[in-house]
């Protein structure tokens, strides 16, 4: 995955629906607080910061530290593991779940202070190097 440039802003401009656009816009400034840092475009994905990972196997990429995607049917948040935090999720609200991605389809739905409490911690545990078996390198 790569940095694709352009305008965080009018990308969140041209989400669709308003609702979508509002998550987007809140998710921006929640990730700005979390993180600290400022979001880029990798292509349809709103990134912060950047690493680099390597498995075992040798697969490698490049990703943001922290990221969403503001989907059509659902606000994509991306973790490193949803299986890290079963108490969070319970208390989180509407939701869905992959291995590493958190599908909301109404920020206004979820209790947003689980949500950061969610997000800080997976932004930590990236930086600290707690990965479990990938090695993430922060470049950016």
């Known amino acids: ?8 802003a009018a990308f969140i ?7 979508r656009r509002r998550d987007a816009e ?14 880029e475009l990798w292509g349809t994905i709103v990134g912060f910061g950047a690493c680099h990972y390597r498995y075992p196997t040798r697969t490698e990429g490049d990703v943001p530290l922290a990221a969403f995607a503001p989907r059509k049917q659902a606000t994509t948040v991306y973790l490193l593991s949803t299986a890290e935090y ?5 208390r989180l609200g509407p939701h869905d779940v992959g291995v590493g991605c958190l ?3 109404d920020l206004e739905q979820v209790d947003a202070d689980v949500l950061r409490g969610i997000i800080a911690e997976d932004y930590r545990r990236l930086l600290a190097g707690e990965t479990g078996s990938a090695e993430f390198t922060v470049t950016d």
């Open 1 to 8: 995955m790569k940095k694709t440039g352009g305008s965080v």
């Open 13 to 19: 401009a041209g989400v669709t629906p308003a609702k």
């Open 26 to 39: 809140t998710m921006v400034a929640l990730l700005e607080e979390v993180t600290g840092r400022e979001p």
């Open 86 to 90: 079963p108490d969070e999720l319970a």
């Open 103 to 105: 599908y909301m389809k």
